[in-house]
């Protein structure tokens, strides 16, 4: 009975060592069912056009132009009033008896006006040009092409066989946790 005893205790931390270290290799085994190994990660970058605004900006020519009279307006009505009188006098020389009224007041009106005209096309206003120059501008783009990150192409190695993803951000670490698909993939590929 000391024999079975002896072998007893020598075998029985064999055997929980063997235990323990099954266990161990599943679990490994499980983890690495569940991540795969990368093998490398390269950045991808894709050539895009940007804007770049910018001023553009110029003088441009400002003509005012302004009426200088010449003359005072007093002016204006005297020489109304002179042609008025002129009129006048030729009309009063032209009626007899009772239209000679009509005649003098017509004379007056018609050389009034010819006195008015005469004025305004003798002393028409002198026009006068100011120039000045203004700064405009405006916006206007220019393009230039600039390399913007896409993502990372990451191959990696999942049961043995070599697999590529596109992904947004680069991955953290030497493992990839491996999701459903790529599981699914594999027992495809198998």
């Known amino acids: 009975m000391n024999n079975l005893f002896i072998a007893g205790a020598v075998a029985a931390p064999l055997i929980a060592g063997a235990t323990v270290g099954g266990y161990k290799y599943y679990q490994t085994s499980q983890a690495d069912n569940n991540r795969a190994r990368i093998i490398t990660v390269a950045a991808v970058t894709k050539m895009e056009k940007v804007a770049v605004p910018r001023q553009e900006c110029w003088q441009e ?16 009505v005297g020489a109304t009033a002179l042609g008025a009188a002129i009129g006048g006098a030729i009309g009063n020389q032209v009626g007899h008896g009772r239209g000679n009224d009509a005649a003098t007041v017509a004379g007056a009106a018609v050389g009034g006006k010819i006195g008015h005209d005469i004025y305004k096309d003798t002393h028409k206003p002198e026009k006068v040009e100011q120039v000045s120059y203004e700064q405009k501008c405006k916006t206007v783009n220019d393009y230039r092409t600039e390399e913007k990150p896409a993502g990372y192409d990451v191959t990696y190695e999942y049961q043995g066989k070599t697999y590529t993803t596109h992904m947004d951000e680069a991955p953290q670490g030497e493992y990839l946790p491996v999701e459903t698909e790529v599981k699914l993939k594999a027992e495809a590929a198998s």
């Open 61 to 76: 020519k400002v003509v005012k132009v302004k009426k200088k009279k010449t003359e005072s307006e007093s002016w204006k």
